[in-house]
């Protein structure tokens, strides 16, 4: 690059860079309180749209000045609607369940009187005196955010505040450098894609750099079709510029032209926010024809997918941009060498991307150093399931499972049994309580029979059975298989069968061997990465939960007390308190009925199993038990 | 094109570097079962799984239809793990296809009992369940009759309409166990833009789509090539 094109481009970026700031500062330090609202996709399920209407009524009511800004979500989605005010004079300080009524006691004993209404804080962003820091709570000692950093804490949908945080540098910085280089420093970072496969990022993009056929295209997949995993949405919603800022990097170190951002239709706000951002991004320059003044022309159209979970798949990706079925193809030739319209085309996951900036500002050694040998970096992990803390998390690579469980997510609720972890979505595998002191990356997981996959977390406890873990798994993943090759469609099918017929008791010993079987075989057989770990749930719960399935098959019984068909529920005539009928009530079948010394009884014929009146029996009694196998069930008197 | 040399079963080989493994194995004599790939089509769809060879060298079994040949290469069709994935494959698409051999019209050109003693596997298969699609019978046709039940989803009938004939009047619809080849909205085969031209019937494997008198021609769609003395 000549120096005079490069002096344009500081030149350019200066001035959007002054901008943006002294927008920034004017925001934070007029004097006046400013209160985000986390409105990503988690926030409004938990009803923030109206806690955000609430606030604006009352600021116009009460004539304030103040600003109320929308922000994406900071991972602590367990504790939604999120509101956090910055006062002058105090920290500020985050507050959890917001409803328009707290919102409104917020604004008038916070906002005009000086009661900072502790009761509904959940930490401070900064460390102070009053109320505890984010940093102070134990999950903090473990988490290190790097790719969520900016979520929750700026307005997705301007511009200046990305680039107030340091947005578009490395960009900047970039556009200075020979497009080898910059791959030579994302090889060294040793970054992996967070798609799932965890491919080395920098020897794709040497692929891709090298591959002759132009233009080139550069994919951002944010297809996330995975049940439970949301954090490439979380991205898409509360940081988008990251990820566009990862794309034209990326686009500019392999030579690409065009670029297409792959987000599924069932994610409206990302899409939405996306296209705010692109359009921003056109309007300064960053992104379209000769960006920032250099020779480097690159563009980017979102497409919307149709939300097949298929459609994640790279190749199947690409030819549903192309406008037909998203039907995976054999590979090679990999994307990189041929991909959309048969021209080398650069797909990674919107994580992956994101990251980019990261490294090009902080450098390979820096990411490098974070880590295990193998995989560098942070892992962003959804917790769901039997936690306490769902929500989204950062840590690096090597955390314990333990640490993520039960020092980020605060352990199971209900001081039930840790059991299982179902790790890496419908792809991953269910991994034992052995397996807590594992450290996650990579390698570890796909030798512990999991993987990375998408990095969701589903906590499993004593209640929840294996077999049907398996099954759901699988049965999400036969639903979702194009169904062009034979051991996908058939044989996933082939197994969803025995398993279910085992959750009912009908299985016979034969049966698992069948299904260890046939699981090697589409493991080994299948065309694409969806066949080829579909299998995994059912064979990582038969390696470490085999007894399971063996006291399914054998005794008729369900460990976990969850198959239905192999239950009975019970009420224990010593248990039950005479005077009180709470679950007779409940029962919607009326199977319940007191006997002559109005001890309640269950008629097993009429029982439909669904659990109302073990949730009614008050906890003083905790008469009502579940037996399996069914006939363990002593004879009513 | 540069020729190179290589071994199948043992049988030294020359070919056209490049050449899938599947072609230069039939054109030589040597059977590997196949059902979704045609020679005339620029790619394989390599879905139904069954021409699993093994190649010195690559830990896991290739399909033969999607891996070139490379100079010195040595090629497997008889290897544990390639016959394992291929009986397999079979066994499952046999699991779901009704086996009514005796009153089946297409029994004489039928390549699935072709396949099947060339894998030795039995048609009725012990060791799976009977996956049964109970999908209507088509016979609205004056000529063929189409029973998806017997469908085996290779795709020949849909590429040569498509491809080959210029028409598409049937293509893949829905997907995982429901997939099934069927005309635009379901029509039945008479009313849809169906031209009777019969060329799906005669390339068609699996007795699905057949001939109402049962006679009908055959296309072998994937015969082998004679070689040019060279
Ligand atoms: C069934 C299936 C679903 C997938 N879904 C996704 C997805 O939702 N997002 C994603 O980034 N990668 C997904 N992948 C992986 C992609 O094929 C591809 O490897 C990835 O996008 C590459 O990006 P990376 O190198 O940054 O990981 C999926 C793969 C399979 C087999
Ligand atoms: S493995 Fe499943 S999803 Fe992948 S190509 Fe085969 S049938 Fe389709
Ligand atoms: S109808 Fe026959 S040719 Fe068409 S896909 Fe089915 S088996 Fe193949």
Redesign the interface.
């Known amino acids: 690059m000549k120096v005079d094109e490069l002096s344009t481009i500081t030149a350019a970026f200066q001035g959007i860079k002054e901008r943006a700031e002294s927008r920034w500062q004017k925001l934070w330090h007029s004097g006046q309180p400013v209160i985000l609202v986390g409105t990503a996709t988690c926030g409004r399920a938990a009803g923030s749209l109206e806690v955000l209407q609430t606030l604006r009524d009352e600021v116009k009511k009460q004539s304030l000045e103040c600003q109320v800004i929308e922000v994406g979500c900071m991972g602590y989605c367990y504790t939604e609607p999120i509101v956090i005010i910055s006062k002058p004079g105090y920290p500020s300080i985050a507050y959890g369940h917001v409803n328009p009524v707290i919102a409104e006691r917020l604004i008038k004993e916070f906002i005009l009187g000086d009661n900072p209404c502790l009761e509904f804080v959940i930490g401070a962003l900064e460390k102070n005196e009053f109320v505890p820091s984010f940093s102070e709570f134990p999950r903090a000692e473990y988490e290190q955010k790097i790719i969520l950093k900016n979520c929750g804490y700026i307005d997705p949908e301007q511009i200046d505040h990305f680039i107030a945080s340091g947005g578009y540098e490395a960009l900047v910085k970039v556009l200075g450098m020979p497009p080898e280089e910059i791959i030579d420093e994302v090889k060294k970072s040793e970054l992996r894609g967070r798609g799932g496969a965890g491919f080395p990022t920098g020897e794709k993009w040497e692929i891709c750099r090298h591959s002759r056929g132009r233009p080139k295209y550069v994919i951002c997949n944010g297809d996330e079709g995975d049940p439970g995993a949301f954090m490439d949405r979380t991205i898409l919603e509360s940081d988008p510029h990251s990820v566009l800022e990862g794309m034209v990097i990326a686009a500019y170190a392999v030579g690409a032209r065009y670029g297409y951002i792959y987000v599924r239709a069932e994610y409206p706000l990302a899409v939405y926010r996306v296209q705010v951002a692109l359009r921003q991004a056109r309007e300064l320059k960053l992104l379209g024809k000769n960006i920032l003044g250099s020779n480097f022309s690159f563009d980017i159209e979102l497409f919307q997918g149709s939300g097949?979970f298929?459609c994640g798949e790279e190749t199947s990706l690409i030819t549903s941009i192309e406008g037909n079925?998203g039907i995976p193809?054999?590979r090679p030739p990999y994307p990189a060498v041929s991909g959309l319209y048969g021209k080398p085309t650069l797909i990674n996951n919107v994580k992956t991307l994101t990251y980019i900036r990261h490294i090009i500002e902080n450098g390979a050694k820096w990411f490098a150093a974070i880590g295990t040998e193998g995989s560098k970096g942070t892992a962003v992990f959804a917790l769901a399931g039997k936690v306490v803390n769902t929500g989204l998390t950062e840590v690096p690579m090597g955390t314990t499972l333990r640490q993520v469980i039960f020092d980020v997510g605060s352990g199971i609720p209900g001081g039930k049994c840790f059991k299982a972890v179902q790790i890496g979505g419908p792809s991953g595998g269910c991994l034992p309580e052995s397996a807590l002191y594992l450290p996650i990356d990579f390698d570890s997981l796909s030798k512990a029979g999991a993987m990375m996959g998408s990095g969701g977390i589903v906590v499993l406890d004593e209640d929840d059975c294996m077999v049907e873990m398996a099954h759901y798994f699988l049965e999400f993943t036969?639903?979702?298989?194009?169904?062009?090759?034979?051991?996908c469609?058939?044989?996933t099918?082939?197994m969803l069968?025995?398993l279910g017929e085992i959750t009912k008791g009908k299985g016979k010993i034969?049966d698992i061997d069948?299904l260890a079987?046939?699981a090697e075989?589409i493991k080994?057989?299948?065309?694409c990465g969806l066949g080829k770990t579909a299998p995994n749930s059912v064979l990582s719960t038969l390696r470490y939960f085999r007894d399971e399935y063996e006291a399914h098959v054998k005794e008729g019984r369900c460990p976990a007390l969850m198959c239905q068909e192999l239950i009975a529920y019970y009420i224990l005539p010593k248990k039950c308190e005479r005077s009180c009928d709470a679950c007779v009530g409940t029962c919607t079948v009326e199977a319940i009925s007191p006997n002559k010394d109005r001890i309640k009884v269950i008629d097993k014929e009429k029982c439909v199993k669904c659990n109302t009146c073990l949730v009614a029996c008050p906890l003083q009694y905790n008469a009502i038990v579940k037996f399996s196998p069914p006939d363990q069930v002593p004879a009513s008197r | 094109m540069k020729t190179v040399s290589l071994t199948i079963d043992g049988k030294e080989i020359r070919a056209k570097e490049g050449e899938k493994v599947l072609w230069v194995a039939l054109d030589n004599g040597i059977y590997i079962p196949n059902l979704c790939v045609i020679r005339e089509a620029l790619?394989?769809?390599?879905?139904?799984?069954?021409c699993?060879v093994e190649v010195e060298g690559k830990d896991?079994?290739v399909?033969a239809c999607?891996e070139p040949v490379i100079e010195g290469m040595v090629v497997n069709t008889q290897g544990p793990?390639a016959l394992?994935?291929a009986r397999?494959?079979f066994e499952?698409?046999m699991?779901?296809h009704p086996v009514e051999c005796a009153h089946c019209l297409s029994r004489d050109s039928c390549e699935l009992l072709k396949i099947a003693p060339h894998l030795k596997v039995r048609l009725k298969i012990k060791?799976?369940?009977g996956?049964p699609r109970g999908l209507p019978i088509d016979s609205s046709s004056p000529l063929f009759i189409y029973d998806p039940n017997k469908c085996v989803?290779c795709g020949r009938c849909v590429w040569v309409c498509r491809e080959r004939l210029g028409i598409g009047d049937i293509s893949?619809a829905?997907?995982?166990?429901?997939?099934v080849v069927a005309t635009f909205g379901d029509e039945p085969m008479a009313r849809a833009r169906c031209s009777a031209c019969d060329e799906c019937v005669t390339v068609c494997p699996s007795g699905a789509l057949c001939f109402k008198d049962g006679k009908g021609p055959k296309e072998e769609l994937n015969r082998p090539v004679e070689k040019s003395k060279s």
């Open positions: 097949a298929v079925p193809h054999h036969q639903w979702e298989s194009c169904g062009q090759c034979t051991f469609r058939l044989g099918k082939q069968e025995a034969e069948m079987e046939l075989d080994a057989g299948s065309l | 790619q394989s769809p390599a879905a139904c799984r069954l699993f896991k079994p399909t999607t793990q394992r994935l397999t494959a499952l698409l699991a779901s060791r799976l369940r996956l989803l893949f829905h997907r995982g166990f429901q997939r």
